[in-house]
């Protein structure tokens, strides 16, 4: 990490850590004294607090780095969200998808009430892992045999939500590199699939699993589609934390989840019949550089970011100035050697986040060999599974 760029992201590392912790504190008091009591009553809680924690990063995108994200989607489909359960299934086309996701939630008001299905090394991350587990995010092993079970319970769980939430799942299993797209390519091509330019081939047994144990109490699906015009550079993690800008193109557009066919084979197929839409979606934004055929909806850019982002660096420089005049930290060597450990520890924190965001260290899609068609039509069902 660059010393300019470290002298930017350390302090916005001691705030985030420093608020992140009374977060984590906070949750961990309700999960052991509210939720055995009411589970209602906690979410409702843990949905207030973790979103005090998650809009520094909101804050981050809109007001810090200045990126904007252009929403396409019909009228209807724009005043529905947010106020009813649903599926979000989308292209993992940046580093910082997730966040897109939820700069639109905070927009649609449900922020804190966010879910997604990620892999289990997500909920070790410092704070924001924790807070994701605190939430009840799904957190899988890419595993089928492993990770049936545990996506079946954790949908259940969710059945009796109080509050219209959703439930990210990028069914693609990692994230878009062009290398792992020339091995998606090499594998739709030796089993007949559709060769894709644009999408990684969609692993549909999670999507299938999903839709069978919400179809009951969730009304939506909502297809999103993420594209960088070619002006912008692609928006990461570091290039946030370093205040610059981009640009993102977000297609919105609702299915309600009874129009989805019954048979666990069909609802696969439906899926993967998207990407192959979504993927010609994209050869048009490719063509030029905009979702036409939709409207640009005005998400705005709400100030509660900033007040929230002011009011927790009061709380934590406070905080920090009533610790040093007590601790007289600073008095001696020991002290001095013990403030710059911590420093230390932040900006190494800070580092991992900036690398576990990277796509290009994300785990690669599986390619089956090339086979026969028929022996390629029994492979698509069995590695068809989460990466």
């Known amino acids: 990490m660059a010393i300019a760029a470290a002298a930017v992201i350390v302090p916005l590392g001691l705030l985030f850590f420093g608020s992140g912790l009374i977060v984590n504190l906070v949750q961990a008091v309700c999960f052991v004294l509210i939720r055995p009591l009411s ?7 843990n949905r207030v607090v973790a979103e005090l924690l998650w809009l520094e990063l909101v804050w981050l995108i809109d007001w810090w780095a200045g990126v904007k994200i252009k929403l396409f989607t019909d009228r209807e489909t724009f005043h529905l969200m947010g106020k009813e359960h649903s599926l979000i ?51 899988l092993e890419r595993s089928w045999a492993k990770d049936e079970s545990t996506l079946k319970l954790g949908l259940q769980r969710l059945k009796d939500y109080p509050l219209p939430f959703w439930l990210a799942l990028f069914v693609e299993g990692t994230r878009f590199t062009q290398a792992k797209l020339l091995a998606a390519q090499e594998y739709a091509a030796s ?35 993420i594209a960088i015009p070619k002006s912008s550079p692609a928006p990461t993690m570091l290039r946030l934390f370093k205040g610059q800008p981009s640009v993102l193109h977000l297609h919105l557009k609702r299915h309600a989840m009874k129009d989805l066919p019954e048979s666990d084979d069909a609802v696969a197929q439906w899926c993967r019949d998207i990407f192959v839409e979504k993927d010609a979606l994209l050869d048009k934004h490719n063509a030029e550089d905009t979702f036409s055929g939709q409207e640009l909806q005005d998400m705005g850019r709400p100030l509660k970011s900033i007040v929230v982002v002011t009011s927790w660096a009061v709380v934590v420089i406070l905080g920090a100035l009533k610790f040093l005049q007590w601790s007289s930290l600073f008095s001696s060597w020991k002290g001095i050697a013990f403030s710059g450990i911590g420093l230390a520890i932040v900006t190494l924190l800070m580092h991992i986040l900036i690398l576990f965001s990277q796509a290009e260290r994300s785990t690669p899609a599986k390619v089956a060999p090339a086979k026969s068609k028929n022996e390629g039509e029994s492979s698509k069902k069995e590695t068809n599974k989460e990466n």
């Open 39 to 45: 589970k209602s009553t906690y979410r409702r809680i």
């Open 89 to 139: 299934i989308c292209n993992h086309r940046s580093d910082i998808d997730w966040l897109v996701g939820w700069v639109l939630a905070q927009r649609s008001g449900c922020l804190g009430s966010t879910l997604a299905v990620m892999k289990k090394s997500s909920k070790f991350l410092p704070v924001i892992g924790w807070s994701m587990w605190f939430s009840e995010y799904l957190f």
């Open 191 to 225: 089993t007949g699939l559709p060769v894709p330019r644009n999408v990684l081939i969609p692993r549909t047994k999670g999507f299938v699993s999903a839709v069978s144990h919400m179809r009951s109490f969730v009304p939506a699906i909502y297809d999103a589609t």
